[in-house]
Nanobody
Framework: QVQLVESGGGLVQAGGSLRLSCAAS????????MGWYRQAPGKQRELVAT???????KYGDSVKGRFTISRDNAKNTMYLQMNSLKPEDTAVYRC?????????????WGQGTQVTVSS
């Protein structure tokens, strides 16, 4: 079994910064792609960013130029540096990881962390 634990969410003023972390643990042989999604109340889930094991990244249009995704493969940990935060960034952020446990690939999700940006 694999667990993903997110941390770093909280309340910040508009224009501020937060750094989210997503640490994977358990039966991990390797991790392929990882990423972040977010969902605000009454809105659809939205892609924030993804990163491959080789470091290739992809961003949602609404966060390009403000957010940076990175990962430390040795620690099985992914990060999301969020700068110039806006009230519309308020949402629950959830990470996922496409994990190879040696028996095949399985996508695991974290429990989510709340990010609230005040105006």
């Amino acid at each position: 079994q694999v667990q993903l634990v997110e941390s770093g969410g909280g309340l910040v003023q508009a224009g501020g910064s937060l750094r989210l972390s997503c640490a994977a643990s358990g039966s991990i042989f390797s991790i392929n792609d990882m990423g972040w999604y977010r969902q605000a109340p009454g809105k659809q889930r939205e892609l924030v960013a993804t990163i491959t094991s080789g470091g290739s990244t992809k961003y949602g249009d609404s966060v390009k130029g403000r957010f940076t995704i990175s990962r430390d493969n040795a620690k099985n940990t992914m990060y999301l540096q969020m700068n110039s935060l806006k009230p519309e960034d308020t949402a629950v952020y959830r990470c996922y990881a496409n994990v190879n446990s040696g028996l095949g690939l399985t996508v695991y999700w974290g429990q989510g962390t709340q990010v609230t940006v005040s105006s």
